[in-house]
């Protein structure tokens, strides 16, 4: 922690960045000068949803998936800046429980509602209604999932759109349009899963996809005028695989990374790895004749900067249709796919990277195998393993003794001060690339070094950016690193995980516990507890639930289980 007047140091040191640049930059004027508008009247936007099992066939494969209210794909929530969102949550699955994560919500003051089981709440029975209820309060394009034991892949997803009523763009889009963009299974998740999590399994190998789906099997057919320009909010649901889009010969003006607005990068082609999003301006040329195809293809490849022996089983062809009675064309392949290097688009905000930094986070990203010989993948040589007591809970009631990272057992605790800047470096020792996503901040990501570069050597005399770019995954290169800042200026409890939900499952997951001097004996809602009792899970002490001695790790669990069930609803006995 640091004292307080080098806090105010560093505020000043903040402000005066701000006020200096706004000097040079119009884009950080007009910046201020939205942040200076007065502030509309906010509202509360309701979703009833019950969570049901529908039988659904995207891609002419029917097969039971998790949808809600009856009906899949799941519906978008959209709302405005400030406004309240409610969903209330109803699990009629029968056989599953359930969950909703907000992803890229920062979740401020509402810890409490960010969804994963295991860790700010417990997994909600069939049967069972929970609330969640919290601010949308920064722009952009979001999704939800499902962030219970690897159900997300089976269809519990949708969008989350947050409009900006000062969006900094207004007026240079006439229409927008979602795209969003998964791979696709015919089995379940939890046969996949199981499939993946056995000792025979020894290179580790994931789930592959049957398929892609865009827009989940509707589609990408926009109709569009000549001279018109289009935002496309394009987000990837996807379990494993990356997305790239080109849009033909068209230019790809790149407006937002997951929830910050960059500065209008020109772009040809774009790799979105699993969970993020881009939104992008299309404008479509007075001259141009014909329909414009649009290639979306699943990025499967270990290495897509490494160009020999890459492979693209799963494309689509979408249309900007100009004109219906000419022909839908097939796109033209690309022959090199040489995507725009995300790490260095330029923030709108022109925030300068944050500097010094208090705490370093190293993790080193490798596959392991567990105490019985089940593939698992590790943070510095140890694998997640969930506890019975979600860890928010554990630090709202374990006294000052949730300052200890013995408390929560094997979740791969990083404890963090109200104020800190964190540094975190994820040093990626496996010969994939892999996307890092981190709960309850957008983060500056300061650098990401080339494939093959190797672990982080330090911070002197890398490239950091000046001014780097905001998001909420960050895409790490195969043997080779990122280097990440927040300020942990949001007390809670954060899950860093690598996004492909197939390695979450194998553990890879580590857990920010931000401020917990400011979580002690917060309160968490009724019908959050209630959850908890009808799945016999503790909801009060450390990671086993004791709560007398909270040191005492008797009850941990300390190897993970040998018998996967993923979300599978078994009642307590
Ligand atoms: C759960 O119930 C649904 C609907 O009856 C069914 O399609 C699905 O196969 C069941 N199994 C699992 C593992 O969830
Ligand atoms: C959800 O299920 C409950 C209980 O059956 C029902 O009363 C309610 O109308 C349903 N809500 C929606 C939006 O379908
Ligand atoms: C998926 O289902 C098919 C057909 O039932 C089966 O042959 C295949 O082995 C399954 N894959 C996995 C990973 O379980
Ligand atoms: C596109 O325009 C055609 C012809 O007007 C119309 O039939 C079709 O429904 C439109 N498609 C969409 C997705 O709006
Ligand atoms: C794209 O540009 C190339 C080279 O200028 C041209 O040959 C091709 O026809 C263009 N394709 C489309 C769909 O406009
Ligand atoms: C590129 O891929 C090829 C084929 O998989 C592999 O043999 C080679 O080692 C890779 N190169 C680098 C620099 O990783
Ligand atoms: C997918 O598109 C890429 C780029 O155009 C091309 O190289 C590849 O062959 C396509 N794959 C299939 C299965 O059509
Ligand atoms: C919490 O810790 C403080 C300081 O160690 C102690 O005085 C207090 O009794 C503890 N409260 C509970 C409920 O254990
Ligand atoms: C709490 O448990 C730890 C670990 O078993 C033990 O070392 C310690 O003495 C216990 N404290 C008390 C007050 O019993
Ligand atoms: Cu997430």
């Known amino acids: 922690m640091l004292p307080p007047a080098a806090l105010i140091v560093l505020f000043f040191l903040a402000l005066a960045g701000v006020a200096s640049s706004a000097i040079v930059s119009s884009d950080v004027f007009f910046f201020l000068l939205a942040a200076l508008a007065p502030v509309a009247t906010s509202s509360v936007v309701t979703y009833d949803w019950n969570v049901t099992w529908v039988w659904a066939a995207p891609d002419g494969f029917g097969r039971p998936v998790v949808g809600i209210n009856g009906q899949w794909p799941c519906p978008s929530i959209e709302a405005t800046v400030g406004d309240t969102v409610v969903v209330n949550l109803l699990n009629f699955l029968g056989n599953q429980t359930t969950g909703i994560h907000f992803h890229g919500i920062n979740q401020i003051k509402t810890a409490e509602m960010d969804g994963p089981s295991g860790t700010t709440q417990c997994s909600v029975p069939p049967d069972t209604a929970v609330k969640y209820q919290f601010t949308v309060d920064a722009p952009g394009t979001y999704w939800y999932h499902s962030h219970d034991m690897g159900q997300y892949p089976d269809g519990f997803r949708g969008p989350l759109i947050v409009h900006d009523p000062a969006d900094p763009f207004k007026g240079l889009y006439d229409e927008e349009h979602i795209m969003s963009i998964t791979d696709w299974y015919h089995n379940d998740s939890i046969t996949l899963v199981r499939g993946m999590l056995t000792p025979s399994n020894t290179v580790f190998r994931p789930p592959f996809p049957d398929t892609i789906l865009v827009n989940d099997g509707q589609g990408f057919e926009i109709n569009v005028t000549k001279g018109k320009t289009y935002r496309f909010r ?125 705490k370093l986070i190293t993790l080193d990203f490798s596959f392991c195998l567990d105490q019985n010989g089940y593939p698992r993948s590790c943070f510095n040589d140890l694998t997640y393993i969930s506890q019975q007591v979600p860890t928010l809970y554990s630090a709202a009631t374990t006294n000052d003794s949730n300052t200890n ?59 950091y950016a000046a001014h780097p770019p905001w998001r909420d995954v960050v895409a790490v290169m195969p043997n080779s690193y990122a280097v990440l800042r927040f300020h942990a200026t949001n007390p809670g409890v954060w899950l860093f995980h690598c996004h492909v939900e197939w390695h979450v499952e194998m553990g890879l997951t580590a857990t920010v516990i931000e401020a917990p001097d400011r979580l002690r004996d917060m309160p968490f809602p009724a019908d959050h507890i209630e959850a908890c009792r009808r799945m016999g899970i503790p909801y009060q002490g450390n990671a086993a639930g004791n709560t007398e001695n909270f040191t005492d790790t008797s009850g941990f669990i300390t190897v993970p289980p040998t018998t996967y069930n993923g979300a599978l609803y078994l009642p307590a006995t």
């Open 405 to 463: 990272p013995v408390v929560y057992g094997q979740v791969n605790p990083f404890i963090v001060d109200y104020g800190d800047t964190v540094q975190i470096v994820i040093n990626n020792l496996d010969a994939a690339g892999h996307p890092f996503h981190l709960h309850g901040h957008q983060f500056q990501v300061l650098y990401r070094a080339a494939s093959g570069f190797g672990p982080w050597p330090g911070d002197e005399g890398l490239p």
């Open 234 to 358: 394009i987000i990837n649901y996807a379990a494993i695989a990356a997305a790239m889009v080109n849009f033909g010969n068209l230019t790809m003006g790149v407006i937002t990374s997951d929830a910050s607005y960059v500065k209008n990068e020109a772009v040809s082609q774009l790799r979105i790895a699993p969970a993020q999003r881009h939104d992008i301006l299309v404008t479509v040329g007075d001259q141009d004749a014909g329909n414009y195809p649009v290639l979306v293809g699943l990025d499967m490849n270990r290495d897509w900067t490494n160009s020999s022996g890459l492979s693209w089983q799963h494309n689509y062809t979408g249309h900007m249709v100009l004109d219906l009675s000419l022909p839908l064309l097939a796109a033209e392949p690309v022959d090199q796919w040489l995507p725009a290097d995300d790490a260095f688009f330029k923030p709108y905000n022109d925030i300068a990277a944050y500097s010094p930094y208090d």
